[in-house]
């Protein structure tokens, strides 16, 4: 059959097209965002919170939401967090100080499920996701949790109820232990723990034919320094990153290997510790990246930039959408892993109106 050059060059075109949009998908970053449990979203669509549509435009702009928090403490105390660990019985669902095991487990009739309260909300974000090629992951930790996290016998358990929770539901889990250098005595093992979790967990999801079940890990923006950069403030938590990858490493994998993402928390902290003079800007961004993609510490495009575009703990100032936008192009246009938000839901406040930042920022991404 003879094809017309008219014809052919309309099909070269196409077929240029068509790889051009699979292109774009394939290379899509991640756009996060953290979902406070104890909030409602800030834009809800109706008013039945079992209803998947009810988040829909909160979450319209991300592609991975990270439910916040599942924690090792029943009863997580953000003013002043136990310096315990884990009693080795549950993995607590926050708002209802229940096992996330009960909490998600369905009932006939529902009404035997004394938290399917809460159920039918965390049920209706997962259906959104599922609905919307969204991925759906556990955030266990925040700064509320245990600082002592677990111990090294307690491991094995702690990953069989993971498995376990993402066998009910769930994309993926990310670890936001945030106090893994805050207890001098025990700071080689907490931080060799976590490894310890994330190669196990990892090994086992693959062998319960969960391979496709994902495991995140946040972190702070000094996490892959040994020693701070001039200019720069020391902090306990220098090296955390690089101490959790040797740690996975006597295993004979890597975290790069066993993780698909490491979320950077570049907020919380006075800008002047970063040597910047009154907020961060690009450069104080670029520096963390580059970093944090050293030679042997995490792949590029598994690196996720963290931002909270509003009030801020600890000193930390925003620094506005305009520096946040030009991170953003950063990163998209050098091939890094996408960014994340701290927090999707968080309420307005004076001067600022966190979330609704996050979704302005998280759409502009998108753009």
């Known amino acids: 059959m003879r094809v017309s050059k008219k014809v052919s060059a309309l099909i070269t075109a196409l077929v240029v097209l068509f790889s051009a949009g699979m292109a774009t998908t394939c290379n899509a970053i991640i756009i996060g965002g953290y979902w406070e449990n104890w909030n409602s979203p800030i834009n809800p669509v109706g008013s039945d919170t079992s209803a998947p549509s009810y ?210 928390m570049m907020y919380d902290v006075p800008p002047t510790d970063l040597g910047a003079a009154e907020t961060f800007t690009l450069e104080q961004y670029k520096m963390v990246l580059e970093y944090f993609a050293k030679e042997g510490n995490v792949s590029k495009e598994k690196i996720v930039m963290g931002f909270e575009p509003g009030n801020q703990a600890a000193g930390g100032v925003w620094e506005g959408a305009e520096v946040d936008q030009s991170v953003i192009d950063y990163i998209k246009a050098n091939g890094y892993g996408g960014i994340m938000f701290w927090a999707v839901n968080e309420k307005a406040s004076t001067p600022t109106t966190t979330g609704q930042n996050a979704q302005d920022l998280a759409k502009y991404a998108n753009q």
């Open 55 to 264: 988040y829909s435009t909160d979450l319209e702009n991300f592609n991975y939401v990270y439910y916040s928090f599942l924690t090792l403490d029943q009863h997580p105390n953000p003013d002043n967090p136990q310096s315990l660990q884990w009693d080795g019985n549950s993995i607590y669902e926050s708002m209802t100080a229940a096992d996330v095991i009960t909490v998600m487990t369905e009932t006939d009739p529902a009404w035997d499920n004394p938290y399917n309260w809460q159920r039918v909300k965390i049920a209706a974000i997962i259906q959104h996701c599922q609905e919307n090629n969204k991925k759906f992951i556990w955030a266990i930790g925040g700064w509320s949790d245990l600082t002592k996290t677990i111990s090294d016998a307690q491991v094995d358990t702690f990953v069989s109820k993971c498995v376990q929770l993402l066998q009910l539901g769930g994309d993926g889990i990310d670890f936001d232990w945030e106090h893994l250098s805050s207890n001098a005595d025990i700071l080689d093992q907490q931080r060799a723990v976590l490894g310890k979790v994330l190669y196990k967990l990892r090994k086992s999801l693959d062998d319960n034919n969960m391979s496709d079940k994902l495991i995140g890990y946040t972190t702070r923006f000094n996490a892959f320094w040994s020693t701070a950069p001039d200019g720069v403030t020391s902090f306990e938590s220098d090296g955390e990153g690089i101490a959790v990858n040797n740690a996975i490493k006597a295993y004979g994998s890597t975290l790069d290997q066993v993780v698909d993402w490491v979320n950077i």
